[in-house]
């Protein structure tokens, strides 16, 4: 735990990639095999599940201090995260530990899981008793469920590729299926995944997926991407990215996040594809008609263990295939862009069901032409367009050494809203507030305006601009609410997002998708911000 700790702590003080880079290379070479797997899991992305409740984790950090309520909750406001503030007001420990992560996570936490109150007392005040405070602030995240690092796992990755001397495409396949949750990280795994290149490396055999292939935003005009008719055009679909799977007289199901979700899409697991094949699409819900319905269907089932008949006829998923991984057993990435088309166009053609849809292929005379069919995206229900290049191989990651497949997205939506609330940050930026709630005018049916909050945002601006808001709202401060500051209306900025959808859950009746900041307009008073309105017709639109 005390390595997994520094690591952590390394990870978290610096922007810098190469300085993360050494330190996850330096913690891999010394870490019990054991204790690595465990910190591949969590640092690629896995999530520690919640074994004691956030109040019960207040309450005992409060009695094992020796502070009143009210002052924990006066620290916990000043420092803005849980997991700190513990770790900040708990005595020095009497002892120290020399346990492992391993240890920690399968023999201490996991049994905290459902133990009865006075069980989880007694633990925590001895767990608390032989760690130092960073080491505190870690075990905190990992029981509260709240773990979450500034790393990719991409330079997770690099590092381990680079410790093993083995390609960092082979350590990406590997790690395929390594978050997923159902089977726990062991010391021969870790082996495995740093092991030596061996014979037939390639040939996956059952569930394992294939690393993901993804594309880049295109920034420049396609005109400069060359000849039209050397790139395959398709619709860019919101919904959730997929690799179907038949292997073995069975099929699984992959999410990006790398999370099997067969269960979860009994009509896609069911579909009859030929033994050997691995297909890659988009998962979407589909009423009949040409359009995809919009991705909030598709939520009301991604959260779902539990699929009644009314809500798998109500909603009804189909898989959007749009490119053919192995074919017959054999893995066939490496074949260009227009072989695997034609090779996938046949196995759709095969299986001949309603719930595996082929991509459409958009056709057009000239880069001009097929602006103006992009021009449709929102009456299609889709996000913009992906060109991908005849002669591309199937990569790995965001890469471009096999190929290219760029993401020609529409242009966002966007209003102007006022910034109502606002919550500290993670890590270097726990002292600052990053996190913030958007509100727009809601003109009423009786003369009275109100603000209503929309949405929520912490991406888009920079560390100056983010240090100039943060003064602005520290004196604008109006109540707190434990981390949270509502502030005096003062500051509006441009909110983008990619979708609008009804939502009963929301105080505006709207939901947006992906909402970030696109810039401050300082050049706008408060009355000038969007209004309820607004976001309704953008709405109607999208409908």
């Not at 997991?83 to 002892?95: N, V």
């Not at 530990?97 to 023999?107: N, P, R, V």
């Not at 000849?227 to 007289?249: N, S």
């Not at 032409?369 to 449709?376: H, M």
């Amino acid at each position: 735990m005390r390595e997994f700790a520094r690591l952590y702590a390394e990870l978290d003080e610096t922007t810098s990639t190469s300085r993360k880079l050494a330190a996850l290379q330096a913690y891999f070479r010394r870490a019990a095999p054991h204790d690595a797997a465990w910190a591949v899991y969590f640092l690629a992305g896995g999530k520690p599940r919640q074994a004691v409740p956030t109040k019960l984790l207040r309450e005992l950090a409060t009695e094992r201090a020796g502070l009143d309520a009210w002052l924990f909750d006066e620290a916990y406001h000043a420092v803005g995260d849980l997991a700190e503030t513990i770790a900040l007001i708990l005595p020095a420990p009497a002892r120290r530990s020399d346990i492992g992560l391993a240890e920690w996570i399968e023999q201490r936490i996991a049994p905290l899981r459902g133990a009865a109150p006075e069980t989880i007392r007694a633990s925590l005040l001895a767990y608390w008793d032989e760690l130092e405070t960073r080491e505190r602030f870690l075990l905190v995240k990992l029981i509260g469920g709240g773990f979450r690092v500034g790393v990719s796992k991409l330079l997770v990755t690099r590092a381990l590729a680079c410790i093993a001397a083995i390609d960092s495409k082979l350590v990406a396949q590997r790690l395929m299926g390594w978050t997923d949750g159902k089977v726990s990280p062991t010391g021969a795994g870790f082996l495995k995944l740093i092991g030596a290149e061996s014979d037939g490396e390639h040939a996956l055999r059952g569930g394992q997926p294939y690393p993901f292939f993804l594309a880049h935003p295109l920034s420049a005009g396609p005109e400069t991407l060359g000849d039209i008719g050397a790139w395959l055009v398709e619709w860019k679909y919101d919904g959730m990215r997929a690799q179907l799977l038949r292997r073995d007289g069975a099929s699984w199901l992959w999410s990006r996040g790398e999370e099997l979700i067969t269960e979860r899409f009994p009509e896609l697991a069911q579909l009859p594809l030929p033994e050997g094949i691995v297909l890659d699409g988009e998962i979407l819900i589909w009423q009949p008609g040409d359009v995809p319905c919009a991705f909030a269907d598709l939520q009301k089932r991604m959260g779902r263990k539990t699929l009644s008949s009314k809500l798998l006829a109500e909603l009804p998923a189909v898989l959007v295939a749009y490119d053919i991984l192995e074919m017959d057993g054999v893995d066939i990435r490496h074949l260009p862009q227009a072989e695997r088309r034609a090779l996938l166009e046949s196995v759709v053609a095969q299986v001949a069901a309603p719930a595996l849809r082929l991509s459409p292929r958009i056709d057009a005379p000239s880069w001009d032409a097929l602006a103006a069919i992009r021009a449709e995206s929102r009456a299609r229900g889709v996000e913009g367009m992906m060109l991908k290049a005849m002669s591309a191989a199937y990569g790995v990651g965001r890469t471009k050494d096999v190929g290219t497949w760029w993401k020609w997205k529409i242009d966002p939506y966007s209003v102007d809203a006022v910034l109502i609330y606002a919550q500290a940050g993670h890590g270097r930026r726990a002292s600052l507030y990053t996190d913030y709630t958007f509100a727009v005018w809601d003109d009423g049916g009786e003369g009275e305006r109100k603000l209503v909050p929309f949405a929520k945002a912490y991406s888009g601006l920079t560390d100056v601009e983010i240090g100039q808001v943060d003064a602005a709202i520290r004196k604008t401060t109006i109540e707190k609410f434990g981390p949270v500051r509502s502030v005096r209306p003062s500051m509006v900025f441009e909110i983008g997002f990619e979708g609008i959808a009804a939502s009963s859950r929301h105080k505006a009746g709207i939901a947006v998708r992906f909402p970030r900041i696109l810039r401050r307009r300082e050049d706008k008073a408060i009355g000038d911000a969007d209004t309820l309105a607004t976001l309704q017709a953008m709405l109607a639109g999208a409908a």
